[in-house]
């Protein structure tokens, strides 16, 4: 079992930036690839990024790519999103996951999902 929190979320003008985070528990966090999705209001869930357990390969959406970066902390049990350049279309609650293995972007193959933390963006 693997329970996730993201914190980091607020209300930032366009242009701006945010960090997110998302603590796990369990023992084994540098086996488990982490990804990170949102969902706006009306909208499915989307893919956002994910990254494997030792951190050395990253895939990421092409809305965000250039402008996000994920990264890890497996010492501090922790997964990361830097996201720069923010625009009012980032407006969404942002949750992170769990896969067992990396390089999926599909959230039904992801297993357990933290909470979420809202970010917005305003114009």
């Known amino acids: 079992q693997v329970q996730l929190v993201e914190s980091g979320g607020g209300l930032v003008q366009a242009g701006g930036s945010l960090k997110l985070s998302c603590a796990a528990s369990g023992r084994t966090f540098s086996n488990y690839a982490m990804g990170w999705f949102r969902q706006a209001p009306g909208k499915e869930r989307e893919f956002v990024a994910t990254?494997?357990?030792?951190?050395?390969?990253?895939l990421y959406a092409d809305s965000v790519k250039g402008r996000c970066t994920i990264s890890r902390d497996n010492a501090r049990k922790t997964v990361y999103l830097q996201m720069n350049s923010l625009k009012p279309e980032d407006t969404a609650v942002y949750y992170c996951a769990v896969r067992a293995l990396y390089g999926s972007s599909r959230r039904d193959e992801y297993n357990y999902w933290g909470q979420g933390t809202q970010v917005t963006v305003s114009s």
């Open positions: 990254i494997s357990g030792s951190g050395g390969s990253t």
